[in-house]
């Protein structure tokens, strides 16, 4: 306790700390609950005990704090619809009231994660790196920006992120290396631009974009790329995709790339997530692991003796 008093009363080391041990290990788990967890009691920590503020740290920690809330917040939106299946309006009104606020919570926690991820990196202009390290904790900053306007947008604009975040987070995301991120800042670009209509270049298809950077995230076994696609997707109310980006999930590969397997098992999580919104509308019910689209009945032939 008191070596933890210590490292957290001095904001370098903190920083030092969180971007060369903790980010490292917790990034290479799959357990959500557990980085959730990590989130709040660092949140906590670093704004009690810290004599000054930790930027890189609560960037992290105020990430995976949204995270908390973000789950519980699907886990009321589905409480809802599964009320809804069973005829009990008030327990679905009651859900999708529970849900908006707790996405209005992790847009606030998500917020303030990518406020601070730019004042301690900057922007596309002006981004500067030490090393892996710092892409990583910038990496899930943008995410956070993402994910803010997201989980506004979820909430009915409670929190009043930026319209046009989710555009200033791609052109932040060509700070970073597409190839050395596994297509994250790639299909971070295209979601935005998909996303809004126009915003990007004239001779390029966003769709075609996403659908190329799932490939190849999926191919190295980190989700985020195609995790990415399924919000634009779901966000535009293109469900034939939605069902095309979930039946092609692949199963995890072992190993690849275990520096950054929560955020695939985030991706999974998401997956799941719209997963089970088709079943519960079409059967009543979660869906079953994997996350798979309920199967549409064919057709029947037709009869050749009708009129």
């Not at 932040?172 to 809004?196: F, H, K, N, Q, Y």
Request: proline share 6%.
């Amino acid at each position: 306790m008191i070596l933890l008093l210590l490292l957290w009363g001095c904001a370098g080391t903190l920083d030092s700390a969180v971007k060369s041990r903790s980010v490292p290990r917790l990034a290479a788990i799959r357990d959500l609950d557990v980085a959730c967890a990590f989130g709040e009691v660092g949140v906590a920590a670093s704004l009690t005990i810290s004599r000054e503020r930790s930027g890189q740290a609560l960037t992290v920690a105020w990430t995976m704090a949204g995270l908390c809330s973000e789950l519980q917040a699907r886990e009321a939106a589905i409480q809802a619809r599964l009320a809804m299946a069973r005829g009990d309006t008030a327990g679905a009104s009651d859900g999708r009231i529970a849900a908006a606020r707790l996405h209005a919570k992790a847009a606030e926690r998500y917020q303030q994660a990518y406020q601070l991820a730019l004042d301690e990196y900057g922007d596309a202009d002006r981004c500067r790196f030490l090393s892996r390290a710092d892409e990583g904790v910038y990496l899930l900053g943008l995410m956070a920006g993402q994910l803010a306007q997201v989980n506004d947008g979820e909430s009915g604009g409670v929190v009043s992120v930026p319209l046009n975040q989710i555009i200033e987070v791609g052109r932040a995301s060509l700070c970073l290396d597409d190839e050395a991120w596994w297509a994250i800042p790639e299909a971070t670009r295209m979601a935005g631009w998909a996303t809004v209509p126009g915003s990007g270049p004239a001779d390029l298809d966003p769709w075609q974009g996403l659908a190329a950077a799932a490939a190849r995230g999926d191919a190295l076994g980190q989700g985020i790329p195609r995790s990415l696609w399924l919000f634009a997707a779901a966000n535009a109310g293109r469900a034939d995709q939605v069902r095309e980006i979930l039946a092609a999930w692949p199963e995890p590969v072992e190993g690849q790339p275990q520096e950054w397997a929560l955020l695939d098992q985030y991706a999974r999580q998401l997956a799941r997530h719209e997963a089970d919104l088709l079943w519960i509308a079409e059967e009543g019910h979660r869906a079953p692991a994997p996350p798979a689209p309920p199967l549409v009945a064919a057709a029947p032939p037709p009869d050749p003796f009708g009129d």
